[in-house]
């Protein structure tokens, strides 16, 4: 009777917040859905009646090797993000705590640094005049003519730049945990330490490496700024389009229609990733 | 206290009509192993919980229905729950100072509290910075300071030692003994609750299954369960013969009871330190088997045996320096015990309050 | 046995890799010659010219506002939601993954289009309003994520403490309960205070005519080229994330170790 009370008065202090949430997050993603069944009209809004038009303007090939390149691009992002995360992780780990803290503060920045500061980064390196490309021509590995900017491989190295903090974080959380001593029994057992590391190490912290599929795949599958900033017309990916259609051409249905496209690509991953480890999320930031 | 509790959680009955009265000043334990719902009895006290049917009083006066801070008792939590951001002394005057008590008064007697746990070095520490032995000081100081009417206690040594717990226990008896407040001390371990306690209630399943002093439980089981929960215990069951002071264990033999059985099957209790090993056959007759030693463990104070019978397995204890200690296993030898130092045990297996 | 060293060269790597371009873009800010290609000298001009630039100091201010407005929301909001689904069980649990991790795991840009979507919907004039909106959603579901993550630390026993020694419900709250959350809130706070200063994205779409905040100054600096300039804010914002970042986690921190 008294308990129930209490739990009355909780929910009291909650619903505004909840509320809130419910209205600036559930309603407007369900409305984006609506809306690309929505008729345009030519002032950049939408008109009474349902229709598919957005639909059938989405079904070109142009579109399909957009949704393509994108789902490409963020797979081979994720891949080169894993590849040197899971090493890393392992090396900070294996640090002694004082130390550890010192490296993991160097990887905690980058993280929180200001995305739009770090593709400008890039694209001062990769300044046709730019140190970068001295160094490559230099190094005879470029030809001084070759553009480094504005083309797809481009894209693909700043997203790995942007995205590696993300992935090196949730498989560090899982390393952090990982019982080193196993290790140390299966060198005792005859491993060399490579296998120790693929046959134990790797799979001790496939919990972190889903967690940091999940944190590089999604935000790389609705990349916008890096495309739009370094990448050139044969790049763009669906995030372009989203906006461009958006403030270019004003069709909100059929931004909408991108945008769900977007969302059922989204959600499979997202699924994983919160059925696998509801806290993983927690420990990151 | 209490009187008629029935308290479930959804479908699960934790305790079923639980009436007992703690007298005051005493230290009473509610006994019992995980899931009997001592806990949860202890919670009700507290105000935590509230029953769904019966009535909670405290001194006569009727508190069934009050928030936990309108109460007269405080509690030692199992963890101890104290306040990790405040400073021992902070979190010692944290009751009168949320009572409002004159700042003198707050200061004069957290000084008093501390001096009684003997805490006056750590009073500036934070709880992260204190041992076990010193964070449970901190909790009775913290509950004692309220001056309430009893004192509840939640297995408060089960996070130490057995060497500190020991101590804490002689410590605690002391603290009672000068603050006079009755003690109300959950456990489940039999040690704790017999060397401390006046009366113990021993309970199982949500309800109680005996209450009465440690000797009383010890010497006089109620019940088959009683009985194996407090320390260890023989138990023949045979089936009663002819007037009762006997029974028939079957591939045994004759048994003779201590008091006369009323029903077809009897029950009886021996404790191990109750069983006499001899190499021969003592001269008077009553219970006396002969056996073959299956297993022997030296503890240091004593030795227990383990003596198969054939058709079932005795417990005998000799206490160090006994002339028998060199017994070895696979000797013959004969067990025997006293009529009268057996205990008849009412029913089978207790069920019946 | 020696321990292997691999590891340890994949990670200073990754570490050149992180920095060298941030590196570059501080050492250019300082840098006389115009296009950073060849050092020309040290200098100061480019901050003297980014501290005289008008637009950007009404930039920086607008998203001192929207930040501090969204956080402050956030706070509130998010720490009491958390409390109100810490023990959300069975349907109340998909609230607390609906509207806490989601919004935070969704991509930018989907956040971005569905509530310009609502807001044209609704028609609201888009403007400050819009981006504070948008920004104290998911500010909030931040902090309540925050918030959350130390109530599972938190013991209520403690709570229960409070009560037995005469504590009322509400005192219990303030003095057991939120000074233990405050560290938690208050890192919280700045993280999201963080995340607001630097969105792009959505800030993008719902920002109206006339509201512009930083990102979004900085962003059509680089789209449409004023390198030194960009180089020195660029130095200031990484300047200033470091100096929030670091104050947050030395908050964290010293809530785990007394």
Not at chain 1, 128 to 143: A, I, N, Q, S, T
Not at chain 1, 200 to 211: E, L, S, T
Not at chain 2, 138 to 153: D, S, T
Not at chain 2, 282 to 310: A, E, K, Q, W
Request: glycine share 8%; hydrophobic share 50%; proline share 6%.
């Amino acid at each position: 009777m008294k308990r129930r009370g209490n739990d009355v008065t909780t929910w009291l202090l909650g619903l505004p917040g909840l509320l809130w949430l419910l209205a600036l997050f559930v309603v407007p993603t369900l409305l984006v859905v609506l809306i690309a069944f929505k008729p345009s009209d030519l002032y950049g809004g939408t008109q009474a009646g349902w229709t598919v038009a957005a639909w059938g303007k989405l079904w070109s090939p142009g579109f399909g090797r957009i949704l393509l390149r994108t789902l490409g691009l963020a797979l081979l992002t994720t891949l080169l993000c894993l590849v040197p995360s899971v090493p890393c992780a392992y090396f900070l780990a294996r640090q002694p705590p004082q130390r550890r803290n010192l490296w993991l503060l160097l990887v905690i920045l980058p993280f929180w640094t200001s995305l739009l500061v770090r593709v400008l980064a890039w694209k001062v390196l990769l300044h046709p005049e730019g140190f970068f490309k001295k160094v490559l021509v230099w190094l005879y590995l470029v030809d001084a003519n070759a553009v480094l900017l504005y083309n797809t491989p481009t894209v693909l190295l700043v997203q790995v730049y942007a995205f590696l903090p993300f992935a090196l974080l949730p498989i560090y959380a899982a390393a952090e945990k990982v019982d080193f001593t196993l290790m140390e029994a299966a060198r005792d057992l005859g491993a060399g330490p490579a296998a120790a590391f693929f046959r134990i190490f790797v799979p001790a912290v496939a919990g972190g490496i889903w967690g940091a599929v999940a944190m590089v795949f999604i935000p790389a599958l609705g990349s916008y700024v890096i495309p739009d900033l370094v990448g050139g017309p044969s790049s763009e990916l669906i995030g372009n389009k989203i906006a461009q259609r958006t403030f270019t051409d004003r069709n909100l249905p059929l931004a909408a229609a991108l945008a769900t496209c977007l969302m059922l690509a989204v959600l499979p991953p997202m699924l994983l990733a919160l059925g696998r480890r509801r806290g993983n999320r927690e420990g990151l930031y | 206290m209490f009187s008629e509790i029935d308290k479930s959680f959804g479908d699960l009955a934790a305790l079923t009509n639980v009436s007992l009265a703690v007298k005051e000043g005493e230290i009473f334990s509610l006994l019992g192993p995980s899931g009997c719902g001592k806990t949860t009895l202890l919670r009700l006290a507290a105000g935590f919980l509230f029953p769904d049917r019966g009535r909670i009083t405290l001194g006569g006066r009727d508190i069934t229905s009050d928030p936990p801070e309108k109460r007269a008792l405080n509690t030692i939590f199992q963890n101890y729950a104290l306040f990790p951001h405040m400073s021992v002394r902070q979190n010692i005057s944290f009751g009168p100072r949320t009572a409002g008590w004159p700042a003198d008064r707050i200061r004069r007697e957290t000084e008093r509290l501390l001096a009684l746990v003997q805490l006056e070095t750590a009073a500036d520490k934070k709880p992260q910075q204190l041992s076990g032995g010193q964070k449970q000081r901190v909790a009775l100081a913290r509950a004692l300071i309220l001056e309430p009417k009893v004192l509840l206690l939640d297995e408060p040594f089960a996070a130490l030692d057995l060497k500190l717990r020991q101590r804490m226990l002689t410590e605690l008896e002391r603290l009672q003994r000068e603050v006079g407040i009755t003690f109300v001390f959950v456990t489940h371990d039999q040690f704790e609750a017999m060397s401390i306690s006046d009366r113990i209630a021993v309970m199982r399943g949500g309800r109680i299954e005996q209450l009465g002093t440690p000797k009383a439980i010890y010497e006089t089981p109620a019940n088959r369960f009683v009985c194996s929960f407090i320390g260890d215990s023989n138990l023949l069951t045979g089936s009663r013969r002819g007037d009762g002071r006997a029974m028939d264990v079957a591939g045994l033999g004759v048994v003779v009871l201590p008091t006369q059985a009323t029903r077809d099957e009897a029950v009886l209790a021996v404790r191990p330190e109750q069983v006499q090993l001899s190499l021969a056959a003592p001269v008077d007759g009553d219970n006396v088997f002969r056996g073959c030693i299956l297993d022997r463990v030296y503890l240091g104070s004593h030795t227990r045996y383990t003596v198969d019978l054939g058709v079932l397995h005795l417990q005998a204890q000799l206490p160090a320096g006994s002339s028998l200690t060199a017994l070895a296993v696979g000797d013959q030898a004969f067990v025997h015990w006293r009529a009268q130092d057996g205990t008849l045990l009412p029913d089978g297996d207790g069920g019946v309050p | 046995m020696k321990q292997e060293r691999w590891p340890g060269l994949i990670f200073a790597g990754v570490l050149l890799f992180f920095y060298v371009p941030m590196v570059v873009v501080v050492a250019n800010s300082f840098n006389a010659s115009r296009f950073g290609t060849r050092w020309q000298g040290f200098t100061f001009d480019w901050y003297a010219k980014l501290f005289a630039d008008r637009g950007i100091w009404d930039a920086f201010v607008n998203t001192l506002i929207v930040g501090g407005a969204a956080s402050l929301a956030a706070v509130v909001l998010g720490t009491l939601s958390a409390l109100c689904l810490h023990r959300a069980r069975g349907f109340l649990l998909r609230f607390k993954f609906g509207l806490v991790y989601l919004p935070l795991a969704v991509p930018d840009i989907l956040m971005g289009i569905s509530l310009l979507l609502m807001f044209v919907m609704v028609r609201v004039e888009l403007g400050f309003t819009t981006i504070i909106l948008a920004h104290g959603c998911f500010c909030t579901s931040y902090v309540a994520m925050v918030v959350l993550a130390r109530l599972q630390d938190f013991d209520f026993s403690t709570m229960e403490a409070a009560r037995d020694l005469g504590a009322s419900p509400v005192q219990a709250g303030l003095r057991v309960l939120f000074p233990q959350l405050a560290p938690g809130i208050f890192s919280g706070a700045l993280l999201a205070f963080s995340l607001s200063v630097d969105d792009y994205v959505i800030t993008f779409f719902v920002a109206g005519p006339g509201a512009t905040t930083l990102p979004l100054r900085v962003y059509s600096m680089i789209k449409h080229g004023a390198p030194p300039l960009i180089n020195a804010l660029s130095t200031l914002i990484l300047a200033a994330t470091f100096l929030l970042v670091g104050l947050a986690l030395r908050f964290r921190n010293k809530e785990h170790t007394p």
